[in-house]
């Protein structure tokens, strides 16, 4: 008589070995690339010693690294070029550390790479936490960096709450934390000149999602666009509506093509209320609403709101992605 087997219960074995497997795989790239990044650090280590062993040997430098290029390649074979052994140096400079590398080192090589050449410590501190935690590919970490994510959050915080993104990355604790001035939108390709509508923007942000999202920041998931507000025979709709986990709250984002007026900020005033009054469960936060605008006036925002407002925000957006000097001066600006 044939044994009977429970399909289901052989597909739940199937998965969970394939989990396992799966499991098992990505530890061994992350042995690899732990390994990789940490012989890294001690070939540096190693160069740097050598180097102050000698009051000569750090004044030919370069002879050194070029010398024993060739040699590593001779007996090695590729991989230690001059260049590659002279970020290996600089990278051991960057971050000598008391602590053990098993607790510093979270990033493969290519990201540590792009973390060297940043010079302020305390902003390279910044990428390499947020890099971490939100799982960073190389791309995106040169993305954030290009578009001056640490100066646009620093901007409006103090000395001491910059000190706080250098040690712990953006931490997200009331509805401020998550606003950024300007938001940088260059993924949706459109021209920095107004030849788009509103709808057209709101199109390419979602044809672009997964990467808007990264730009909002921490902690968000999407709901819906257009969702419809209807009070008796008046309808109204929201361009975009997500949630922040982090928050605990719903987050209404509204999309202005031209200069913000007060009458957008009243518009985003009855779009919160009606979420915090019929939408909200009464366990979660307060909602919050976000005008991004291709211009604003900052006094009329300040006077149009209330004193102690914390759920409506007003951002400019940037369709093009300028140089790091030029949105720093922005930003001073």
């Not at 001056?148 to 910059?162: D, G, P």
């Amino acid at each position: 008589m044939e044994e009977i087997v429970n399909i289901d219960s052989l597909d739940l074995l199937e998965n969970r070995i394939i989990l396992l497997l799966n499991t098992a795989r990505n530890q061994v790239v992350d042995n690899i690339n732990f390994t990789m990044v940490h012989t890294y650090y001690e070939i540096g280590r190693y160069i740097v010693e050598y180097e102050q062993k000698g009051s000569d040997r750090a004044q030919y430098g370069k002879a050194i690294l070029k010398n024993l290029s060739l040699r590593l390649t001779k007996r090695l074979g590729r991989g230690y070029s001059e260049d590659n052994l002279g970020n290996m140096r600089k990278f051991y400079l960057c971050y000598q550390i008391s602590e053990t590398p098993s607790r510093k080192f979270t990033l493969s090589w290519s990201h540590y790479l792009k973390l060297i050449r940043i010079q302020n410590s305390d902003e390279r501190n910044f990428y390499e936490i947020e890099a971490t935690q939100n799982k960073w590919s190389t791309r995106e970490l040169e993305r954030q960096f290009d578009s001056s994510l640490f100066e646009r959050l620093a901007l409006s915080r103090n000395k001491k709450a910059v000190k706080e993104l250098s040690l712990h990355g953006q931490i997200i604790e009331k509805p401020e934390d998550i606003i950024k001035d300007p938001y940088i939108l260059e993924f949706t390709g459109l021209p920095e000149l107004p030849e788009y509508s509103e709808t057209e923007l709101e199109q390419r942000l979602i044809d672009n999602l997964q990467r808007f999202l990264l730009e909002l920041g921490k902690g968000f998931t999407f709901v819906g666009r257009q969702v419809r507000l209807s009070f008796n025979e008046d309808h109204f709709y929201v361009d975009l509506v997500f949630y922040n986990r982090l928050l605990r709250a719903f987050v209404l984002v509204d999309l202005k093509r031209g200069k913000l007026k007060h009458q957008d900020l009243g518009q985003m005033q009855m779009y919160v209320n009606y979420y915090d009054r019929f939408v909200k469960l009464e366990e979660e936060n307060p909602t919050v609403g976000i005008l991004l605008c291709a211009d604003k006036n900052d006094s009329i925002v300040e006077i149009t709101l209330p004193k102690d407002n914390n759920q409506i925000f007003a951002s400019k957006y940037l369709t093009v992605l300028p140089s790091k000097e030029e949105l720093k001066r922005l930003l001073e600006k």
